[in-house]
């Protein structure tokens, strides 16, 4: 009796090799998974200390990785069915960890000098948080000792 196992491959929607630190490399992937949509993956790949795998699922769907080429952070933009996604991961030797996460009405910007800045556009709000206009406004999130603020 013959037994086939077949194994699916995954498909590469984004993927992006950087630099983590003390000459160590990793690859960030966006792979499509059946269950949650799209998976970002993060793996070690040469001069490791230690292994580094790591993986999260996310629903939206991606529209690209950027190596900001700053602390180990890693840019990217999702579509949902009403807006964009920024999300921004620290890579380094240690381990990976998810630094900002915002949703934008329009096409978010990524700007590198003079200061690392994401700009996303929001609808103003009242103290309620009812909407007080239909006209988005830019938002600036100005990254400073190692989070991003709203400026």
């Not at 769907?61 to 920024?86: E, Q």
């Not at 609808?123 to 989070?147: D, F, L, M």
């Amino acid at each position: 009796m013959t037994v086939a196992v077949i194994i699916a491959a995954q498909v590469v929607a984004a993927s992006l090799r950087v630099g983590v630190g003390d000459g160590s490399e990793a690859i960030v992937r966006v792979v499509e998974d059946r269950s949650a949509g799209y998976l970002l993956k993060v793996d070690c790949i040469t001069r490791c200390a230690r292994p580094m795998h790591y993986a999260v699922p996310v629903g939206d769907a991606p529209m690209g990785l950027v190596d900001i080429d700053r602390d180990g952070l890693i840019y990217s933009a999702w579509a949902t069915g009403c807006c964009y996604m920024v999300r921004v991961w620290k890579v380094t030797p240690a381990g990976v960890a998810k630094l900002f996460e915002t949703g934008s009405r329009g096409v978010p910007s990524l700007i590198t000098t003079p200061s690392l800045s994401v700009i996303t556009y929001m609808r103003p709000t009242n103290a309620a948080g009812q909407e007080t206009s239909r006209s988005p406004q830019a938002v600036r999130w100005t990254y400073h000792h190692g989070r991003f603020e709203r400026s």
